[in-house]
């Protein structure tokens, strides 16, 4: 067997202890992680809402998630009579192994010496890493998917279905955010893209692509504003109603080391991944070597975590065809014009285009595109008068038009905070009802 | 293509750890959890009244042409991947521009079928 310590093919040679330490590292960073991240979201959300938040358990509260653990783990295991036993038992592992994978391909830092051997910070690398992270998404949503199926309630059945359709909404958006980086990185893997950052983040580079990822890490992470399969006051706890003791544990432990996740493929792909932030770099030329850059790395995934929590506590729940316009109507389109504009602009200024040249083409285009969709606006409008003044078109309650099942109508006059004439408040008496 | 596989090791090596933990507490749970089920508790919850029925509901599946969609999208996002990190290379030129403007032209045209049919609405 021939190894080579250069480039991507280098993990595979690492001796075998090394291998299971990296495995074992991994996973205790994780659980560990999920551990803390609890314990500061309930300090941080209880602090934005003038709370205290958990204070008892080890100082400051922070062995919460450990006693909340065992609590759970502790507790009886209510399996409902109707379910089907054996995908009631498997969702939960099908949710909880698949998170554990993708944090394998992040890299903490660069090449560092741990007992004489010479490896980088890093659990392993492929040269299809970033679509390994998407693949174990999706295999999370099998977990929510049979979670919702085998449990034979109405509320964790409807929780099921919209959390697979929100997810593969979003999951599209998503992989079409990475590709920007993929064009200027050149490669997948997770280390090249790290590497190809060292100048410039490809955050400030591609923002639009950068702002896609955080829109659509909130719709996988099913968190606020977008945690509508367990939307608690529509559906009880969404696909994991019926579920409890560890079994439910295990969907909260994926649900937190994806939220882990994600932060830390923002950082990886958008933020530099583990080279330290840019002034640093400029007065201390040792930041990017030695054991540094894990710091580095772990303050940005903290801070996102950070801004995970912040969110939850600042936004309220978006309506679930909100969250479908924005995902398919929104975020792709923008997202493939995106592409096309990058790959457009980085072809010009390879075939040896130079910036005035590129800007007069742009310009061009730009005043073409403008040009054409006014003259479609003129011939489009020309045809039909707009009445301002006429009476907007409500959903009429057409029942078998929409397929025969009873549907709210989506603009009901309250939403506006308008109350309709026909239901007239009727004064209450008071006495013995 | 030997050393290939190797980078997947820790890879399989991590999903072995995985299963085994949630296994092992799953299997710890077992013997440690109390287990005293009554009839009522066996009951689909319904927020305190009685199930009525049978546990699924007869509901109308929203969105279920996302999932075609998706498949599209899906198979878009294969070609994407490749196309994105090798069309800065030598040997490619404006041709491979071009030929992905025109494949997400056709998704484009079809996204916006979709959408003019109402597909992508509630309804």
Redesign the interface.
């Known amino acids: ?4 310590t250069e480039g ?2 280098g ?3 690492d001796p075998w202890w090394l ?2 330490g ?3 590292v ?2 205790v960073f994780l659980v560990l992680t999920v551990l803390l991240s609890m314990w500061v979201e309930r300090r941080v959300i209880g602090r934005m809402q003038l709370r205290i938040g958990p204070n008892r358990c080890g100082p400051f509260g922070l062995l919460q998630g450990l006693a909340d653990g065992v609590k759970l ?11 089907d036993k054996v995908v009631f ?1 498997l969702a939960p ?1 099908v949710s ?2 698949p ?3 993708s944090f ?1 391909i992040i890299p903490f830092g660069p090449t560092v010496s741990i007992f004489g051997h010479q490896t980088q910070l890093q ?4 040269p299809v890493a970033v ?2 992270v998407l693949a174990m998404s999706s295999m999370g949503i099998y977990g929510i998917v049979l979670a919702g199926w085998s ?5 964790s ?2 929780g099921g ?1 919209r959390s697979s ?1 929100q997810m ?2 979003y999951e ?1 958006a998503m ?2 955010s ?3 980086v ?2 200027f ?4 893997s997770t280390s090249q893209i790290v590497a190809g950052q060292q100048h410039i983040w490809y955050g400030v580079l591609l923002l639009p692509s950068f702002l896609i990822y955080i829109i659509t890490m909130m719709g996988e992470s099913n968190r606020i504003p977008f945690d509508l399969p367990e939307g608690e006051g529509e559906l ?1 706890g969404g696909f994991h ?2 579920y409890s ?3 439910f544990a ?1 969907f909260f432990l994926a649900e937190y080391i994806n939220l882990a996740t994600l932060s830390a493929l923002a950082t990886t792909l958008f933020l530099g991944g583990w080279h330290a932030p840019p002034p640093i770099t400029t007065i201390w030329a040792g930041a990017n070597s030695g054991w540094w850059p894990v710091l580095w790395f772990l303050i940005k995934i903290w801070a996102f975590i950070f801004f995970f929590i912040w969110l939850r506590g600042s936004l309220p729940r978006v309506r ?2 909100q969250l ?2 924005l995902g ?2 929104v975020l ?2 923008i997202s ?1 014009g995106w ?2 504009l990058v ?2 602009i ?2 010009a200024s ?2 040896g285009l130079n910036q005035t040249q590129l800007l007069i083409y742009g310009g061009i285009t730009i005043a073409v595109v403008l040009v054409g969709s006014f003259a479609w606006d003129l011939v489009a409008t020309s045809g039909r008068q707009v009445d301002p003044y006429a009476e907007p078109e409500r959903a009429t309650a057409a029942e078998p038009a ?2 025969g ?1 009873p ?1 709210p109508p ?1 603009d009901l006059p309250h939403y506006h905070g308008v109350l309709p004439e026909t239901a007239a408040r009727k004064e209450v008496s008071s006495g013995t009802h | 293509m030997n050393t290939y596989f190797h980078d997947y090791l820790v890879v399989f090596v991590l999903v072995l750890l995985g299963a085994g933990i949630v296994a092992g507490g799953l299997g710890g749970n077992r013997l440690l959890r109390p287990h005293r089920p009554t009839r009522e508790k066996l009951t689909t919850y319904e927020c305190g009244v009685d199930p009525v029925g049978e546990g699924w509901a007869q509901s109308y599946v929203r969105y279920y042409v996302f999932a075609y969609l998706y498949v599209v999208f899906a198979v878009d996002a294969v070609f994407l991947f490749p196309w994105a990190t090798v069309f800065a290379l030598k040997g490619y030129g404006p041709t491979t521009l071009g030929e992905m403007f025109v494949f997400l032209g056709f998704l484009a045209a079809g996204l916006a079928y979709a959408a003019k049919k109402k597909v992508l609405s509630w309804v």
């Open positions: 067997m021939k190894c080579t991507i093919a993990f595979g040679c291998i299971g990296k495995a074992l991994i996973f783990a502790l507790k009886e295991d209510i399996v409902p009579a109707g379910v038992w592992v909880a192994v998170a554990f994978i394998i659990g392993t690398d492929l679509l390994l449990s034979m309630s109405p509320y059945l409807l279905l359709a593969i909404s599209i992989s079409l990475f590709v920007a993929f064009m990185a050149g490669s997948m009880v109603t019926e003791s560890l079994k295990m679930y065809d479908m316009k398919w109507k792709m389109p493939l592409i096309l790959a457009t980085r072809t390879r075939e929409q397929g099942f549907v989506l």
